[in-house]
């Protein structure tokens, strides 16, 4: 949807200046316009493209936003881009040239056109919303004043789209755990700053939650904020643990996978089809190795690999670590160590079920096992699992420190940009395929 209204909005400047321009001409007869336009559709054009790149605050999350405040940011900043192009043609002399009738009814239809367009954009969303549509579910832990408040405001409030899937007023240890296996968005927290040890005895049960925290304290009595924060219904809320990727980066995240793992599959398909070749003569079995790993919000999906071991290997029963132990083929030891084995992995990036730059998954059990032993470990299940990592191009993969590998993922989840994934992959590119650690 943001990619959408971003093209939308650069078509609409672009349709105002043109109807502005011909309005102009109807309209103001007496007045000067050129016969050549070449210099107007100029100033169109880049109006657009400059408006996209300065309207980030624009396109913050509609979920929990008021339509007053969405259409004041969206009209400050095209009135700031027609700012912008008027400073620029003072400052080259070139302002007589320009109608300024004109840049008055560009200013004013852009305006028009730009709040229909979300108006409508608005009511659709409320009307899909209200019918379970695009719901983002969410649990509400606490009582008191702000509990209260922000449960009024979703009840009366359907077209945001969050739906209180549980409510805790009083919580207890039981039931935190029970809710950290819910499959939710996320888990809001409403309790009094002063409280600090119930804080922390929450955050412990709910360590196994891969739902985004927030924390909405009494803020007359905050006055350090180390975290992000969000404006949720107008209630302030503190991101605890919260990721960048949310909103507009998530869109850009899936388009860099969809866009990258196609064209990947597509070079590399001559490759595939050999090591394919090779994987079939070197033992019976099937060509691809399907195993169970845990995702996104600790969902399980089945991760493809080029089959590396006999087929009656898996009988012998599962355990962490000694993979350069574990019985392999000659071709399967080759493919292991040069990392080859996981280019079917593109296709569960294709399928929408991993991401290239992310976390490794893990098998469930061992899951289960290393919630408990790992301080943040079930964090890493708030981003889809990658093919590479920003631990594994720092050496952390296969038979290495856990805990050393859980704090890069966590780094990258808090982290992330576009720039650091190209950062990854092209350390991935360059030294990360054959590595001392993969067997």
Known sequence: MPIIIRLMDVLLIWIAGYVALNLRQVTFLPAYLPENFSGYYSLIAGAGVIFLVISREVYRSWRGAAM???????????????GALLLWLFFIKASDDYSRVWFGLWAAIGTALLWIERLGVYFLLRVLRRRGYNLKH????????????????????????????HRLPNPDERSLEALATEPLNEIWLALPLSDEATLRKILHALRHTAASIRFSPDWF?????????????????????ASPLE???????????????????????????????????????????????????????????????????????????????????????FIRRTSLDELPQFINVLK???????????????????KDEISDYMRKHMVKAGITGWAQVNGWRGDTDLEARIEHDIYYIENWSLALDLKIMLITLFKGLVNNHAY
């Open 68 to 82: 007053p405040l969405m259409l004041a940011r969206v009209t400050g900043t095209w009135l700031l881009v027609i």
């Open 138 to 165: 969410v649990a509400l832990v606490g009582s008191g004043p702000t509990a209260e408040r922000l449960f009024t405001r979703i009840k009366h409030s359907g077209w945001t789209g969050y739906h209180i899937a």
């Open 221 to 241: 009595t905050f006055r350090l904020i180390n975290h992000g924060v969000s404006d949720v219904l107008g209630v302030p809320m503190l991101d605890l643990t």
């Open 247 to 333: 909103g507009f980066n998530r869109v850009i995240k899936h388009l860099e996978d969809i866009l990258l793992s196609a064209l990947i599959l597509v070079l590399v398909s001559p490759l595939m089809l050999l090591l394919a070749i090779g994987v079939k003569l070197s033992s019976p079995g099937p060509v691809f190795y399907r195993q169970e790993r845990v995702g996104l919000n600790n969902q399980p999906f089945l991760m493809l690999k080029f089959r590396s071991m006999p087929v009656e290997t898996d009988d012998q029963g599962l355990r962490w670590g000694g993979s350069a132990e574990k019985a392999t083929t000659r071709f399967g030891r």
């Open 352 to 370: 929408g079920e991993m991401s290239i730059v992310g976390p490794r998954p893990e098998r469930p059990m061992f899951v289960e096992q290393f």
